[in-house]
């Protein structure tokens, strides 16, 4: 079954759940939020971006940088985790900014993403953009270089992302937006100290074997095999693997996240030297310091798309 309806319209966040209505209460339960417990259009409502990223401390960061490049009050030292009460997420406001970590792979960014969709729709937002940032392993790229993906694709290549429900294989569409993927590229010309190039970006359920890692405690298949793949993949416009970009294209893109004013884009920093020759171990310093080229980026897009001056 194949599943491509889209939503646009008003602006807002919508979801596909006619159940949702009947519900006295939502409990968005790894989110530590609720219809009933807490007024979400007056905590979220005026959100305009979320960030979302993988590792809880990489999101306190990037808050932590947004709050000082907003001017907001204060140092942005205590901000406070609106998850606190889960140990699942980890979530922080800044001015119009939401930074949200989603974990590792499809079954955790799915989880945050489903709550997440269902609080901004709760929060009555509107003219939302979404933007995830990550590591991933370059393919034929230089390491430490920032991929605006234009297409997330499976491990065969293809723009989907497949799930099964109920028994049934429910295809879904992994879309971009490519407006989107254009104005972050000019944005990055601004920031000439570290390369940005445009790509696919590979999405697998592995880490080892679905990445076509060598080193895992499986692994069914040569070096000879693991380079022609690799080869294979580069061949078809794959720049960077990673484990979340087709869950997050899909279900962004079903909800409304993603017309001409709701936009959802996926940007990843390689922070691994390319995977068609031999990986060596990074220092956490330098992985760090790649990181924050992501957000560098994001934080440009957000500045101008309020229309504040640029400092960074």
């Known amino acids: 079954m194949t599943e491509t309806t889209r939503y646009s319209g008003g602006g807002f966040v919508h979801i596909k759940n006619p159940h949702l209505e009947a519900m006295d209460e939502d409990v968005l339960y790894h989110l530590d939020l609720g219809t009933r417990t807490h007024d979400l259009p007056a905590m979220f ?4 971006f979320v960030c979302v990223g993988g590792s809880p401390n990489r999101m306190k960061a990037f808050a932590r940088f947004m709050h000082k490049e907003l001017g907001l009050e204060g140092d942005g030292e205590d901000l406070a985790d609106i998850c606190a009460g889960t140990d699942r997420y980890a979530m922080y406001r800044v001015g119009p900014v939401l930074s949200i970590s989603h974990g590792m792979g499809i079954p ?13 729709h709760h929060a009555k937002c509107r003219d939302v953009t979404i933007i995830r940032i990550g590591t991933s392993g370059g393919l034929g790229v230089q390491a430490g270089s920032v991929v605006i993906t234009d297409r997330a694709v499976d491990a065969c290549f293809q723009p989907r992302f497949e799930q099964v429900v109920l028994g049934d294989v429910v295809v879904r569409g992994t879309d971009l937006d ?9 944005c990055s010309e601004a920031i000439p100290d570290f390369p940005t190039l445009v790509g696919h970006t590979m999405c697998t359920y592995d880490f080892y074997e679905g990445q076509g890692r060598l080193d895992g405690a499986l692994c069914s298949f040569s070096n000879e ?4 793949y690799l080869k294979r993949a580069h061949d078809a416009g794959v720049r960077n693997i990673e484990m979340e970009s087709t869950a997050f294209a899909a279900l962004c893109g079903l909800c409304g996240l993603r017309d001409a004013r709701r936009k959802s884009w996926d940007t990843e920093i390689t922070t691994y030297p390319d995977v068609l020759q031999i990986s060596s171990k990074l220092k956490n310093s330098q992985s760090m310091a790649w990181c924050n080229r992501c957000n560098r980026l994001c934080h440009r897009l957000i500045i101008l798309n309020l229309g504040l001056s640029w400092r960074c």
């Open 178 to 186: 490519g407006g989107l993927v254009e104005e972050l590229l000019a």
């Open 108 to 120: 955790s960014v799915s989880i945050m993403l489903h709550e997440l969709i269902k609080l901004l």
């Open 45 to 48: 409502g005026d959100v305009k």
């Open 225 to 228: 095999k693991k380079l022609e």
